[in-house]
């Protein structure tokens, strides 16, 4: 419910007033969640007495955003439709949501749903270091740090971004596994980065 008041201020506003929202809810959730709900908890597998607690819709709208970064919008969107027509009026699980999502992707939603739906905690991803090398590449570093869950994550989708001077950005995909991830990327011909973001 609460992520698909994202969806309608994008369908509405366009992007940008997307962004914004689940920016502000990322925010939330991170500030706010625990002292609302009174602890940590995953999203599923709560106490019924927080039921309709941030966990559960706030949290819950971010970790729907973040499923949507994994699939990518076609599948997502996809299996978002067929969910509804298979599981309309009847009850599901999370673990029903795993299994049918796992049909529109080769990537391990197991790995997904034990991180990000059924531990608490969340993951933090930082660019450690970045050195421009021959041949318009980029070796870059990426540290993982875990807030308030029991292991690093595994198999993460992170975007690694560049902009040259003149504000033009050059995105590309990481996949970022435990504490530390070393990648290699080639830019474009005359691309000169000035600076660096990651998941911007």
Known sequence: ARFCEALFLEALYGE????????????????????????RYPISGIPADITY??????????????????????????????????????????????????????RDLTQFFNRWVFEPGFPEFRILSTQEIPNNTCAVTIGQFSHYNNELYQDVPCLFSASDAQGNWYDV?????????????TWPANFVPVRYALNR
């Open 53 to 106: 607690g941030d966990h559960v819709y706030n949290k819950g709208a971010d970790i729907a955003r973040t499923l949507r970064s994994y699939l990518g919008d076609s599948l997502f969107f996809q299996a978002c439709k067929d969910w509804q027509s298979q599981f309309a009026l009847s009850d599901a699980s999370s673990e029903n949501l795993r299994d049918f999502f796992q049909g529109y992707t080769n």
């Open 173 to 185: 995909e990481v996949i970022v596994s435990g504490e530390e991830t070393s990648a290699e990327v």
């Open 16 to 39: 940008s007033a997307y962004q914004e929202e689940i920016r502000s809810n990322h925010k939330d959730v991170l500030l706010f969640a625990h002292r609302n709900d009174g602890a």
